[in-house]
């Protein structure tokens, strides 16, 4: 049977990812899960009872968690390019690495880990 809680912070806009992570671990269920009920109230839901500690620690990472950065969204949103995005950067990587192979002297190839990091690095600095 699902257990609740009602949690309250004045910390607005917490990083939500982070938040539901730092819960599932804190009360070691995949189950546990807050989400925002108005401005300043949290509900809380597992599928096991939530204990007093638990409890403490929810409202402590809720109060904790710090705001989602303009910068940290844009690495999420690279993180979660679709098949295609990535399909694109891939080719143009291979264009690359043709043309860096053929330079004298030829220079090592990008893989597609370093490609995607520095996009990311991109994003996340604007």
Do not use: C, H
Request: net charge positive; hydrophobic share 45%.
């Amino acid at each position: 049977m699902p257990s609740y809680i009602t949690l309250t912070t004045t910390n607005q806009q917490p990083d939500q990812i982070a938040l539901l992570a730092a819960v599932k671990a804190q009360t070691n269920d995949t189950s546990a899960v807050l989400v925002r009920l108005d401005q300043f109230r949290w509900g809380g839901k597992k599928t096991a009872s939530w204990t007093p500690t638990q409890i403490a620690a929810a409202q402590a990472i809720l109060d904790t968690t710090p705001v989602v950065t303009a910068q940290v969204a844009a690495q999420r949103r690279v993180d979660d390019f679709p098949i295609e995005y990535r399909a694109l950067v891939l080719a143009l990587i291979d264009g690359l690495n043709v043309v860096r192979g053929k330079l004298v002297p030829p220079l090592p190839p990008i893989t597609p880990a370093q490609a995607i990091a520095a996009i990311r690095d991109k994003a996340g600095n604007g």
